[in-house]
């Protein structure tokens, strides 16, 4: 049976014909042969299928484009069926969600059934995968990511209304102009008593998509749309259905006895972890796929923010024996109650930029003080898992500002803005803080706190919580305790604290060294002072990315550092993301690092380095779709950070996509011209575009500009020598080398690097020692190895290959 609407005559167009008039066709479908059908004027033809065709249509009366669907004959045959479908339909009405097509009116003409739907011009995401498909391109992972947790969102909010599809498929998923996705057909597969959708036998669904129990023909749940959204996504990484067959019969021996394709055979970069996700969809047993469709939601959502964790009905079972014993497994509760729980992710009202504190103690020196104060109010609002709290780093290139709090919202997507001042004098502290609607400057909530200095802490405290409360965001149990913690009673070992902070923002190796001493001294005042000992260790992982030192003077003392601090307290995320940081890059350890990166990420959500760190990670070991979702958010947390910048930029660089890299850098460079070390990786990227000139002028700049308390660095020097080497100037290559060698009786050089030049020069088992070398002393920069395009010469050199094996990064 088919539907379509007659060619409109000059008769129709004139409207001299009667509105509402619906005539069968000779094969017992239906001719609309008016052009208005009561309230709607039909405007052409969208679209036809077996549950009916569709139009597009013009709603007289609310003067708005809609969709108008209408029904096959044997719907209106019965009087039973007809109360179903109505019955169905006020169910459908009642659904609002934005990822679900709004049905505005469900009506009848000449005793035919149709319904007035949202319009969506953009589209079925069928209609994309084919045009890729003919391309032969593909969807972005973070685009199917995305999708993928819309129509989850989607889902889950009909099955809480009891309301299952049954024939969740491309077609039935339509994309709006802006690109976000429908769900749309909601209900039509579940009438009971409805002709067959497809070819015969008693399951009722799209046979590609069904699930093993839809193609028995047993009665559903909701579960059995999971593993049609599992379809879907499969579909939309592969541009391939992960079952086939040429009739019902062959489809549901497949769909119930057989394995998709792996989806790396159609495409190596799908991140192992979205992977898991697909596989956990695509169960066969219904009892162990994921439970609830907002699980996979919260599955994709960790994906996306680079926590990758699954909220499985097992993770929900075991959540109270955890409590039970939370003295032992006090972070896995963290975790939970972190990434698992609904609050996880921030709403985008409660987008949050703190302004650096205005120091009006009238003393200059008191600077780190008013600065300290505003780092750990910061600290104290990452914590709530329900908040997004742009990062320190860009909110202090606002300092002294003449901006508005309108113009800082806008540039950085924050819904309010926290601004305060601090005075201290005498052993007094005055905190005064106000928190303003970025848009409409409307004062939301201030209060001024003044009390003895050694009530700092609750100080903090009580701003966090306070702000917390007026921003409606709902704060866990723990988040609650980690808030009030205090981590010393010793106002001294404080205060070299914050001195230690405010040196070790400055990010310059003689800054650190100052920052380390001062770390010291407040242990000295306070050996259990856990955020003194995470000081430590942050100030020796960044001092060895510097590689001004040996390895062993500043991996292995960050590794020490961050284990002292967590003995104490193993709730620090600072902590953890060092530790994790020097296990990546001195130890090669690379699943015990991603584990505390991970739960760095948990413990803290609005804590950038931890992302930036775990996306190096990903970067280095090859999974870079995966680290560029990681490291798209720590962007939005710090978006004017030339350290988070750059290193967005060295994904896409080892990814070989140097133009975009390119592009990245100069971004960098337009934020912070100062911030000259992203020269290195920008040379890198136009020596691989053999732009040689571009490459020779950024790093030139280097070898004259770049000093540390007086220490020349090396690797600007062997950097440039190898561009020198490569574009055949070979001369001054030689030159660079020569003066590198002399600076290495007096300073550390890192034999990575010098296997750089000597690739550069053409001396490939020179190059292989100088890695074997840098082996043996831990090198930082080892990590690049398997992905650093500099040496793909060698790449299948025996050597070469069995480095890589005892780094891990080959088998």
């Given amino acids: 049976m088919s539907l379509f609407l007659t060619d409109a005559t000059e008769a129709t167009r004139r409207g001299v014909l009667p509105r509402g008039r619906i005539q069968s066709s000779i094969s017992g479908g239906i001719q609309v042969v008016a052009s208005i059908l009561s309230r709607y004027k039909i405007l052409e033809e969208l679209g036809r299928g077996g549950m009916g065709v569709v139009y597009k249509a013009e709603d007289l009366k609310l003067h708005r484009t809609v969709a108008l669907k209408f029904f096959p004959d044997d719907l209106t045959v019965s009087e039973a069926a007809v109360a179903r479908f109505q019955r169905e339909a006020d169910a459908i009405s009642a659904l609002s969600h934005p990822n679900i097509a709004t049905m505005y009116d469900c009506d009848e003409a000449d005793g035919r059934l149709f319904l007035a739907l949202e319009y969506?011009?953009?589209?079925?995401?069928?209609?994309?995968?084919?045009?890729?498909?003919?391309?032969?391109?593909?969807?972005?992972?973070?685009?199917?990511?995305?999708?993928?947790?819309?129509?989850?969102?989607?889902?889950?909010?009909?099955?809480?209304?009891?309301?299952?599809?049954?024939?969740?498929?491309?077609?039935?998923?339509?994309?709006?102009?802006?690109?976000?996705?429908?769900?749309?057909?909601?209900?039509?597969?579940?009438?009971?008593?409805?002709?067959?959708?497809?070819?015969?036998?008693?399951?009722?669904?799209?046979?590609?998509?069904?699930?093993?129990?839809?193609?028995?023909?047993?009665?559903?749940?909701?579960r059995s749309d999971i593993f049609s959204l599992g379809v879907v996504l499969y579909e939309l990484l592969t541009t391939h259905l992960p079952f086939r067959g040429e009739h019902q019969a062959a489809f549901a021996y497949a769909i119930t006895h057989e394995d998709p394709a792996p989806v790396s055979s159609f495409r190596p970069d799908v991140p192992e972890a979205l992977v898991r996700i697909l596989r956990q969809c695509l169960e066969k047993e219904r009892e162990k796929r994921y439970q609830h469709a907002d699980e996979v939601a919260n599955a994709l959502r960790g994906l996306q923010q680079g926590t990758t964790v699954s909220m499985t009905s097992e993770t929900k079972k075991t959540k109270h024996p955890w409590i039970a014993v939370a003295a032992i497994l006090l972070v896995a509760v963290g975790v939970y109650f972190l990434i698992l729980s609904p609050g996880a992710t921030a709403a985008p009202g409660r987008t949050i930029a703190v302004l650096p504190f205005i120091n009006m103690s009238g003393n200059q020196e008191d600077e780190y003080f008013s600065d300290g104060i505003t780092e750990d109010i910061l600290t104290q609002l990452g914590k709530i898992s329900a908040l997004r709290v742009i990062s320190r780093t860009t909110m202090m290139q606002y300092k002294g500002t003449k901006k508005t709090l309108r113009d800082i919202g806008r540039e950085l997507n924050a819904a309010v803005v926290l601004e305060g001042s601090v005075r201290r004098s005498a052993g007094q502290v005055r905190i005064t803080a106000q928190l303003i609607d970025a848009k409409s400057d409307e004062h939301l909530w201030a209060e001024t706190y003044d009390k003895d200095l050694k009530q700092v802490f609750e100080i903090q405290s009580d701003v966090a919580q306070d702000i917390a409360k007026a921003l409606e965001a709902k704060l866990s149990p723990l988040e609650k305790e980690r808030i009030e913690k205090r981590f010393t009673d010793n106002l001294e070992a404080y205060d070299l604290y914050l001195k230690g902070r405010y040196f070790w923002n400055k990010r310059l190796p003689d800054k650190l060294n100052k920052g380390i001493e001062l770390f010291n001294e407040a242990i000295g005042k306070d050996?259990?002072?856990?955020?003194?000992?995470?000081?430590?260790?942050?100030?020796?992982?960044?001092?060895?990315?510097?590689?001004?030192?040996?390895?062993?003077?500043?991996?292995?003392?960050?590794?020490?550092?961050?284990?002292?601090?967590?003995?104490?307290?193993?709730?620090?995320?600072?902590?953890?993301?060092?530790?994790?940081?020097?296990?990546?890059?001195?130890?090669?350890?690379?699943?015990?690092?991603?584990?505390?990166?991970?739960?760095?990420?948990?413990?803290?959500?609005?804590?950038?380095?931890?992302?930036?760190?775990?996306?190096?990670?990903?970067?280095?070991?090859?999974?870079?779709?995966?680290?560029?979702?990681?490291r798209n958010k720590a962007m939005e947390l710090d978006p004017l950070s030339p350290v988070v910048n750059a290193d967005n930029g060295l994904t896409l660089y080892f990814a070989r996509r140097y133009d975009e890299a390119i592009e990245q850098y100069l971004k960098t460079l337009e934020i912070d011209p100062t911030f000259i070390l992203a020269n290195i990786p920008l040379a890198g990227a136009y020596e691989q575009k053999k732009m040689y000139p571009e490459a020779i002028d950024k790093l030139q700049i280097l070898t004259v500009g770049l000093s540390y308390a007086s220490i020349r660095h090396p690797i600007p020097i062997l950097a440039l020598g190898y561009v020198y080497a490569v574009s055949g100037r070979t001369d001054d290559a030689l030159n660079m080398l020569e003066l590198v060698e002399e600076m290495s009786k007096s300073q550390y050089v890192s034999p990575y690097w010098m296997g750089v030049i000597s690739i550069g020069l053409g001396r490939k088992d020179q190059t292989l020692a100088w890695l074997e070398k840098a082996f043996k002393e831990h090198d930082g920069s080892m990590v690049y190895l398997n992905v650093d395009p500099v040496f793909d010469s060698i790449r299948s050199e025996p050597r070469f290959i069995e480095l890589l094996k005892k780094m891990g990064l080959a088998q």
């Fill in 527 to 630: 050996s259990n002072y856990a955020l003194a000992y995470a000081g430590l260790a942050d100030s020796y992982t960044i001092l060895g990315n510097f590689n001004l030192y040996s390895p062993r003077e500043t991996y292995t003392k960050a590794k020490a550092a961050a284990q002292k601090a967590l003995a104490i307290d193993n709730t620090l995320a600072e902590a953890h993301a060092s530790l994790g940081f020097a296990m990546m890059n001195y130890d090669w350890e690379w699943s015990a690092a991603e584990k505390e990166l991970k739960l760095a990420i948990a413990l803290n959500p609005n804590f950038p380095a931890a992302r930036c760190w775990y996306a190096f990670l990903l970067t280095v070991t090859g999974h870079f779709q995966e680290a560029a979702l990681v």
């Fill in 120 to 222: 969506l011009p953009g589209g079925t995401l069928k209609a994309k995968v084919r045009r890729l498909l003919s391309e032969q391109s593909q969807f972005r992972i973070d685009e199917v990511v995305e999708y993928g947790i819309q129509l989850a969102d989607g889902l889950a909010h009909a099955h809480r209304r009891r309301i299952v599809h049954r024939d969740i498929k491309t077609d039935n998923v339509m994309l709006t102009e802006e690109g976000k996705v429908k769900i749309t057909d909601f209900g039509l597969a579940q009438l009971q008593g409805a002709r067959q959708l497809t070819q015969g036998g008693s399951a009722i669904g799209t046979a590609a998509y069904m699930s093993p129990e839809q193609t028995r023909g047993e009665v559903v749940d909701h």
